[in-house]
C-alpha cells in the first residue's frame, strides 16, 4: 500500500522557517520525481518544487525560489523541503505527490500525480 505522510507544518512568523517532511512507503521510492505542491486558503492547487530520483536535480516556482530548499534521504525513504524567510502567501496545505515522470504543469489539479499525501498546514500569520 502506498502511503506518503507529511508531517512539520506549523504556525510560525513572517521570517521565520520550518522544515516539512514526507515519508515514503509502499514504492520504490528512488526511483521516482517527488513534487510539493501547496493549496492556500480558498484557491488553487500551485506547483512549488520538484527533485529528481536521484536527488541531484531540483526545479522551484519563481515563488519561493532562494527561499525554500528541496532534498530527498533515499536511505530514509524521506523528502524534505527547508523553508527560510516565510512569507504570509506561503500559508498553505503543503502536499508531497510522487510519479515516475517530471512534469511542471501550468495549473494542477489533486490527482495529477501518481502518489499523493494528505498534506500539512504550513500557517504565517500577518
Known amino acids: ?5 507529511e508531517s512539520g507544518g506549523d ?19 528512488s526511483s521516482y520525481w517527488m513534487y510539493w505542491v501547496r493549496q ?7 506547483w512549488v518544487s520538484a ?7 531540483t526545479y522551484y516556482a519563481d515563488s519561493v525560489k532562494g527561499r525554500f530548499t ?4 533515499k536511505g ?4 524534505y523541503l527547508k523553508m527560510n524567510s516565510l512569507k504570509p502567501e506561503d500559508t498553505a496545505m503543503y502536499y508531497c505527490a510522487a510519479d515516475v515522470v517530471f512534469s511542471r504543469p501550468s495549473s494542477i489539479t ?14 504565517v500569520p500577518s
Not at 530514509?76 to 523528502?79: E, H, V
Open 1 to 5: 500500500q502506498v502511503q506518503l505522510v
Open 11 to 29: 504556525s510560525v512568523q513572517a521570517g521565520g522557517s520550518l522544515r516539512l517532511s514526507c515519508a515514503a512507503s509502499g514504492f520504490i521510492f
Open 40 to 46: 492556500s486558503p480558498g484557491k488553487g492547487f500551485e
Open 51 to 57: 527533485i529528481s530520483s536521484d536527488g541531484a536535480t
Open 70 to 73: 528541496m532534498s530527498r534521504d
Open 76 to 79: 530514509k525513504n524521506t523528502l
Open 110 to 123: 489533486k490527482g495529477f500525480y501518481l502518489y499523493w499525501g494528505q498534506g500539512t498546514q504550513v500557517t
